[in-house]
């Protein structure tokens, strides 16, 4: 696999080695061994999946510890606009984030350590979103913040208008407004 460094240090990009034929192809999706070897050690515990619509916006949500959770985001169907959001207090990188288009055409996944908000966009027709996470799901641990937060001025690759919310997703606060942040000098988001 080859790995990707972003903007962020801590976000990384994960490329598995395709080989294809005219059968079609197969990739090792993950594998603990050489993901803790490149990246770092990570163990995951859930898996998740989502299948969405063009124009779909799904955060940006984030989990609080100790629930807080890492996500290793891969598409099977589709493609999207996968952003992680530095909300470490602290951190050289607060308030910054990255964006990567993931395909299912470029097999690409992303690494979100703990410590970011996460969401996407889809800017396929239809998309399947596979993620797994190195924490369980709390929902009373649940955070978020505004995918439209003025200051971020994160490019979706949806117009404004074609974007598709839950009820939930309209109405979070800005990163400045947010009542939770991490705190970078604490080792609980590693």
């Known amino acids: 696999m080859n790995v990707i460094k972003t903007d962020i ?8 080695k395709v080989f294809g034929d005219q059968r079609g192809y197969f990739f090792e999706s993950y594998s603990e061994r050489q993901f803790n070897a490149a990246v770092r050690e990570v163990s995951f515990v859930q898996d998740n999946q989502s299948k969405s619509s063009y124009g779909v916006l799904r955060g940006l949500h984030f989990q609080k510890p100790p629930y807080a959770q890492s996500k290793l985001v891969r598409v099977v169907k589709g493609c999207i ?6 909300i470490r207090e602290g951190s050289p990188t607060f308030g ?3 964006a990567v288009e993931l395909s299912e055409d470029n097999q690409r996944q992303l690494f979100i350590p703990r410590g970011f908000a996460h969401g996407f966009a889809v800017l396929s027709e239809e998309a399947i979103v596979q993620y797994k996470c190195d924490n369980y799901y ?19 690759g949806v117009p404004e208008d074609k974007v598709i919310l839950s009820e939930r997703d309209t109405n979070h606060p800005t990163l400045k407004e ?7 000098s604490v080792d609980y988001f590693i």
């Open 178 to 184: 947010s009542g939770f942040l991490f705190n970078y």
């Open 81 to 86: 606009r996968d952003v992680a959001v530095d």
């Open 96 to 98: 910054k984030y990255v």
């Open 9 to 16: 240090s801590d976000v990384i990009i994960v490329e598995p």
């Open 138 to 156: 709390a929902p009373q641990y649940e955070g978020a913040i505004a995918w439209n937060d003025p200051e971020l001025a994160i490019d979706w």
